[in-house]
């Protein structure tokens, strides 16, 4: 299924291809805690950024693998790349355009991300 999605402004627009029903890991690291960040792990083939690039402003820290991806106009985090998918894209799934029961969430311990990392390795595939 092609899933539209946006910032909280809709300055940036986008469209994700993704499962009818979506996997989502919710992490509990840092960044993705006191964001609040819901992950949908994709190969960058299945994403399009639609509108918005001049909007946008990244982020980088620790070993700045990860690029998180800011609308410069309400400072949400809608999509980025990911530091255990750097060719692929992660989709903040609360971004998207979908309805209740369509969405299957997974705890993700990435507080102790070195050890755990190795489970995310496939999903840019």
Known sequence: MLYAGSCHCGSVTFQVEAP???????CNCS???????????????????????SSLTTYTFGSGVAKHTFCKVCGVK???TPRSNPDGMDVNVNCLDI??????????DGKNWEKHAHTLAHKSE
């Open 99 to 108: 309805k209740d029961g369509q969405v299957n969430e997974t705890d993700f």
């Open 20 to 26: 009818e029903t979506i996997e989502a890991d919710r």
């Open 78 to 80: 809608p999509f980025y």
């Open 31 to 53: 960044i993705c805690a006191k964001s609040g960040y819901l992950h949908l792990i994709v190969p960058l083939r299945h994403f399009t950024l639609l509108g918005g690039e």
